[in-house]
């Protein structure tokens, strides 16, 4: 975080957060006038668990988890649904572009989940309209770990980052 300015920060948190936000903002009137309408937000488990060097990342999407499970309740008796995506790792771009540290990423002891799989696994839960998506084996086992024991959850996390 130290060495992102103000203005990246506000980026990060701009198209995160802010664009979630708005988007569901614009189209809710509309949705609710539907007889059947569904929401899906992508978070990450990023917004779950702490990962090194991406607190700003991590507070964004905290940030949509947390709207997202909100938004769920608030429309819990209407025909909206809603549901929160969170994906694990996905071999996609995201670690360079983070700029993460690219030895971590590479020296994963974990393989990532293809576009397509992770792609399967949310229209799966879309379908089946779940309360949330936990897309691969590291986001659900994350998930868990974290519930249980946080802080050796973020040190397993660590080792794989840094």
Known sequence: MVDLTYEQIQKVMDVNFYGTLYMCKTFLPHLLTRPEAHITNVASMGGSVPIPNQSIYCASKAAVKMYTESLHSELRNTNVGVTLIIPGGVDTD?????????????????????????????????????????????????????????????????????
């Open 94 to 162: 995201l670690v360079e572009n983070a700029k993460a540290q690219k030895e971590g990423a590479e020296n994963r002891s974990y393989k990532l989940l293809s576009p397509i799989t992770a792609a399967s696994l949310i229209i799966k839960g879309l379908e089946n309209k779940d309360y949330r998506v936990l897309a691969g084996n590291d986001s659900k086992i994350m998930d868990f770990l974290y519930r249980l024991h946080p802080k050796k959850a973020t040190e397993i996390i660590a080792k794989k980052i840094m």
